[in-house]
């Protein structure tokens, strides 16, 4: 360890003394009554010496007003560097910036919001070059160059959504447009895989209710499948009384609303009875007067005579 060294830790003795000048000039550059108590210092240098003191402005918790001092060599006075407010060990800081990019969570995005994509996003990659010249190597080149030459076709460069107009006849966009291509960019392998580990965290084997379900959503009538490579690991549920009910589920998921759980049995149809027990007749309490084997008469000849 050099002189130069071990001279600079120990401060100098008039730079140390020095405290009223430096509680001056942090006062002169804040306000009176702001600047507190004497907290220490500490030697920067070879008569170079930091004081500290309490800052007492609100909202500047842990805060302390720095005073550098510094004296020439040989010389008896004491001069004033610089002042400033410096936050102290325990002091009230504000978050480390972030870039929106990166506050950004799911769910943050409202109505009318518009979410801009990065150029160079790694999620998405190329739909299709966007030349309209086929390399030299496609084995489509040369027949779609005659069949331009032949239409007369016009050659727009740049992508389609740059287009100001629909794509030209004969042109790879056209081409693109036509087999369903016309996307600029599509996910990536990275974007692929980004968003698989999202929903096989949110509705993955690992979740507890995978873990307690009777079977997995590959073996589920209710899984409605997708398409793409994705299509090959996730569907969607399609049960309303299932907790993933239109989402995104990963194949080895499951829950206890599997469609074949728990059948229930059809109710058995009884057999057609032999004896109709179930039909009412209707048993009069009193016999009707006609019911009798002598048919009722009204004249007085009859009446005489009586029943037999």
């Known amino acids: 360890m050099s002189a130069a060294t071990t001279r600079s830790r120990t401060p100098d003795r008039l730079c140390a003394e020095a405290v009223d000048l430096a509680r001056g000039a942090a006062e002169e550059a ?56 410096l936050p102290g060990p325990d002091a009230l800081l504000a978050p480390e910036w972030v870039p929106w990019s990166e506050r ?22 190329p739909g299709y070059t966007g030349e309209e010249q086929p390399p030299p190597n496609s084995v489509m080149s040369e027949e779609m160059a005659e069949l331009a030459d032949a239409e007369d076709a016009d050659v727009t460069p740049g992508a389609p959504a740059a287009q100001p107009t629909a794509p030209s006849r004969g042109s790879i ?59 090959q690991a996730f569907g969607v549920c399609a049960n309303e009384f ?13 829950c206890g609303g599997h469609s074949e759980a728990a059948v229930m049995p059809k109710p058995p149809q009884p057999a057609a009875p032999v004896i109709d027990e179930t039909r009412v007749e209707p048993f009069p309490l009193h016999p009707a007067r006609d019911s009798g084997s002598v048919p009722e008469e009204t004249d007085e000849e009859t009446a005489e005579l009586g029943h037999s």
Request: charge should be negative.
């Open 104 to 125: 950004l969570r799911p769910g943050d995005l409202g109505p009318g919001d518009l979410l801009p994509t990065d150029q160079d996003d790694l999620r998405l990659e």
């Open 242 to 254: 299932a907790p993933a009910d239109g989402r995104v589920v990963s194949l080895a998921y499951g």
């Open 173 to 231: 966009a056209a081409v693109a447009e036509e087999l369903g291509m016309r996307r600029a960019r599509v996910l990536s392998r990275y974007g692929l895989h980004s968003a698989a580990d999202r929903w096989e965290e949110a509705f993955g084997p690992k979740t507890p209710m995978a873990q307690a379900a009777p079977a997995t959503c590959m073996t589920c009538g209710f899984l409605t499948p997708i398409g793409g490579s994705l299509g």
């Open 30 to 85: 804040a306000a009176p009554g702001v600047v507190g108590e004497h907290t220490g210092l500490v030697s920067e240098g070879d008569r170079v010496v930091t004081h500290f003191f309490e800052c007492k402005e609100l909202g500047y918790r842990g805060w302390r007003w720095a005073v550098t001092v510094a004296r020439a060599s040989r010389a008896k006075v004491v001069t004033l560097d610089e002042v400033v407010l």
